[in-house]
C-alpha cells in the first residue's frame, strides 16, 4: 500500500487505543492499526485533529530507533 493511500483512510473508521504508557496529565498519543502493517497517530487531546501515517517499514524503523536510544538527545 502506498504511503498516499493510508491517507485516504477515514480516521473515524479505524480502531484507535490510547498508550499504555499515558499517565494522568493528559499528555498522550493514540495509536491505530492500519492495512498492510502500517500504524496511525495522534493527539488523544484533539481526536477530530490531524493525524500522522506510517507504512510498516517507516513505523518499524521508528520503534527501532527507540529502542536504541536515537532520540534521546532531541
Not at 492495512?35 to 510498516?56: E, M, Q, W
Amino acid at each position: 500500500m502506498e504511503k498516499i493511500d493510508l491517507y485516504s483512510i477515514d480516521p473515524a473508521t479505524l480502531t484507535w487505543q490510547k498508550s499504555s504508557f499515558t499517565a494522568n496529565n493528559g499528555q498522550c498519543f493514540e495509536l491505530a492499526p492500519l492495512p498492510h502493517g502500517g500504524v496511525a497517530v495522534r493527539d488523544s487531546k484533539n481526536p477530530s485533529g490531524p493525524h500522522l501515517c506510517f507504512t510498516a517499514g517507516e513505523w518499524q524503523a521508528f520503534k527501532s530507533g527507540m529502542h536504541a536510544g536515537d532520540f534521546e538527545n532531541l
